[in-house]
C-alpha cells in the first residue's frame, strides 16, 4: 500500500513529537527530521508536505537555523509553525522583528475563515502563543489570516504557492481546535488521504521483516512489557519458530507476572515461537543480598540481567538479527542531536556489545507509544498486557527501600496486588497513569486483636501525567483508600501501616528509588 508522509522538519522546537502526533492522529504518516537533512535525501522521500517546527532562535540572530531555500521550491506545500512561521516570513522577503510585546500561554486569536487552515474552525479560538519576534511585514504574495490585538499577523498564508504559516502553536492541547487546523494543512492542502492504519502497518512489517529475515535465527529479550511483547509479536508472526524469546524473571515482578508472560508466550500460549524462562530469582536476591544503596540495587540488577541474558544467548549459539523494542521517542531523542531526555534507565539497551548477531531490528522504531499499543491490540495481545502500566526495569528491586530480601518482595506484591485489584473495581485503573505499593524501610508498633506488632508500613503511589517527567498525586477517593489500607493490613502478613504520597514530580519522583 502507498501511504503518503509529512516531513516534520526540527528547528530544536520543544513540539516536534507532538506535531508529528497530531498529523498521525489524522491518520497520515508523519516522520521529524533534523533541518540539517540533505535536499536530495528530503526530496527522495518524495513527501506530499513539510512543516517547520518551532524553536527558540530568533531568525535574524547569527548562526540562526535556517532552511535550504530549495525546500521552497519543492512544489509542496510548507507549513511554518512559531520560529518556522518567521523564519518562512523573512526568507521569503518579508520582515520580523522583536514583538512591542510577548505573547506567551493562552491567547484569543481571530482567524479568518476563509484561510485554508481555518474553515472548520470558530471565528476567536484560544491558541497556545510563546513568542518574543514577530512577522512584523509578510512577505509578498501572502495574506494575513488571524491576528491578535498585539500581534498583527497570528497566521499568513500564500495559497498559490503553497505556504502557510502560524505564529501560534496547533499541535499543543492548549489551542482549541489545533488538530483540525494541522488536519486541513495535510489533508486539504497537501492533498494526503489519510490511510495510516495500524493493520496496514501490522501487514508491511510483516513482510518487509519476512524478506529481510529470511530463514535466518532471531533472538528477542522479553520482559512482558508493552514495546518488547509488540515487538515479539510482529517477528513471530513474520518468522514462527525462527524467533526464540529468552524471558528472565528476576524475582523482582508483580505478583504472578512471570506466569502470566509464560501463559501468553509460553508453549501453552497464543504465538508460535521459541519461548525460554529462566527463573533467575535466587541469583538476584544473592546479589543484592546487603546492599540498601538505590543506585547500587539498579547497577546490580542491570549487569546481573545482561549476565543472565548472555549465559542463555551462548547456549542458544550465534543468531543473525537481535530484536529491540525501540519506539519512536528514543530515536528522535536521541537522534537529532538536541540535548537527550533519556534515563540512565536499565533496559534491553545494554544487550547489544553481549550477545553475538549480525544485526538489530527495530520493528517499532517509527512508532509512537500509543501507535505501539495500537498494533499490540491489532496482533490480538490481551488487553492487561497491552495497556501495562511502565514498570521499571530494576521491577520491586526500587520499590523496595533499603535492602532487598525474598520476604520484603512477598510482602510488596501482595500490597500491590490488592491495590491494583481495588483501583481496578473502583474503575480508576485507565484514568490514573501509574500507581503502585512500596515498602518504606520503616517499622513502627500497632496493635492487632490483643497483641502489639512491630510491622513493616506500605506506601502506595498513584500519579497523574502525560510525560511522565512530570506529574501529580491522583486524587483516590478516601473510600478507595479506605478499602486498600483495611485489605492491606489485614490480609498481608508483616505490614500494619499503610500510607499515601501526596507528593508530586517534582519534587518527588515517581518511583522511590
Ligand atoms: P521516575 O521515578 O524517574 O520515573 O519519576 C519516571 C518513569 O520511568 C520509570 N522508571 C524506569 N523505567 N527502567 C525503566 O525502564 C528504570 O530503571 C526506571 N526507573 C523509573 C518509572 O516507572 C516511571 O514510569
Not at 514495546?227 to 513471530?236: C, F, I, N, Q
Request: charged share 25%; hydrophobic share 40%; net charge negative.
Amino acid at each position: 500500500m502507498k501511504r503518503d508522509l509529512v516531513v516534520v522538519l526540527d528547528f530544536g522546537g520543544q513540539y516536534n513529537q507532538l506535531i508529528a502526533r497530531r498529523v498521525r492522529e489524522c491518520s497520515v504518516y508523519c516522520e521529524v527530521h533534523p533541518y540539517t537533512i540533505d535536499i536530495e535525501k528530503l526530496r527522495a522521500m518524495n513527501p506530499k508536505g513539510i512543516i517547520f517546527t518551532g524553536g527558540p532562535n530568533s531568525v535574524y540572530g547569527e548562526d540562526s537555523p535556517q532552511c535550504p531555500m530549495e525546500v521552497y521550491s519543492m512544489g509542496v506545500p510548507v507549513l511554518g509553525i512559531c520560529y518556522g512561521a518567521q523564519l518562512m516570513a523573512y526568507q521569503l522577503g518579508g520582515k520580523v522583528e522583536t514583538a512591542p510585546v510577548s505573547e506567551y500561554g493562552k491567547t484569543e486569536v481571530t482567524v479568518d475563515k476563509n484561510g485554508k487552515l481555518f474553515g472548520n474552525v470558530q471565528e476567536n479560538i484560544i491558541c497556545w502563543m510563546s513568542h518574543t519576534d514577530y512577522i512584523a511585514q509578510p512577505p509578498e504574495g501572502f495574506k494575513v489570516t488571524a491576528s491578535t490585538p498585539v500581534c498583527p499577523v497570528a497566521a499568513m498564508e500564500d495559497a498559490d504557492r503553497g505556504y502557510y504559516a502560524v505564529q501560534f502553536h496547533p499541535e499543543v492541547l492548549h489551542t482549541q481546535e489545533g488538530t483540525k487546523m494541522l488536519e486541513a494543512f495535510v489533508k486539504d492542502v497537501c492533498g494526503c488521504q489519510g490511510n495510516w492504519k495500524m493493520d496496514s502497518f501490522v501487514e508491511e512489517t510483516v513482510r518487509a521483516i519476512r524478506e529481510r529475515v529470511g530463514n535466518g535465527k532471531v533472538l528477542c529479550a522479553l520482559s512482558g512489557g508493552v514495546d518488547s511483547s509488540v515487538a515479539a509479536v510482529l517477528l513471530s508472526k513474520a518468522v514462527g519458530k525462527n524467533l526464540t524469546c529468552v524471558f528472565v524473571d528476576h524475582g523482582l515482578l508483580r505478583k504472578n507476572e512471570g506466569d502470566e508472560v509464560e501463559a501468553v508466550f509460553g508453549p501453552e500460549g497464543h504465538y508460535d515461537l521459541n519461548f525460554i524462562r529462566v527463573n533467575a530469582q535466587q541469583r538476584f536476591y544473592d546479589k543484592l543480598a546487603g546492599v540498601t544503596e538505590p543506585e547500587r540495587k539498579r547497577k546490580i540488577i542491570g549487569e546481573e540481567f545482561i549476565r543472565v541474558f548472555e549465559e542463555k544467548a551462548k547456549k542458544i549459539g550465534a543468531v543473525d538479527f537481535l530484536v529491540q523494542g525501540t519506539i519512536y521517542p528514543d530515536v528522535i531523542e536521541s537522534g537529532l542531536g538536541k540535548s537527550a531526555v533519556i534515563k540512565s534507565h536499565h533496559n534491553v539497551g545494554g544487550l547489544p556489545d553481549c550477545v553475538d548477531f549480525k544485526e538489530i531490528i527495530e520493528p517499532l522504531r517509527m512508532l509512537f507509544k500509543d501507535e505501539v499499543r495500537k498494533a499490540g491490540l491489532e496482533l490480538g495481545i490481551p488487553d492487561y498486557l497491552v495497556f501495562r502500566q511502565p514498570f521499571p526495569g530494576p521491577g520491586l528491586g526500587i520499590r523496595i527501600i533499603g535492602e532487598v530480601t525474598e520476604e520484603k518482595v512477598k510482602i510488596v506484591q501482595d500490597a500491590d496486588f490488592i491495590y491494583r485489584e481495588e483501583i481496578a473495581k473502583a474503575g480508576l485503573d485507565r484514568d490514573i497513569n501509574q500507581y503502585f505499593a512500596a515498602l518504606t524501610n520503616m517499622r513502627s508498633v500497632g496493635v492487632m486483636g490483643d497483641f502489639r506488632t512491630y510491622d513493616y508500613a506500605v506506601a502506595l503511589r498513584a500519579v497523574t501525567t502525560s510525560d511522565f517527567m512530570t506529574a501529580e498525586a491522583a486524587q483516590i477517593p478516601w473510600d478507595v483508600l479506605n478499602k486498600v489500607t483495611n485489605r492491606i493490613v489485614n490480609e498481608v502478613k508483616g505490614v500494619n501501616r499503610v500510607f499515601y504520597d501526596c507528593t508530586s514530580k517534582p519534587p518527588g519522583t515517581i518511583e522511590f528509588e
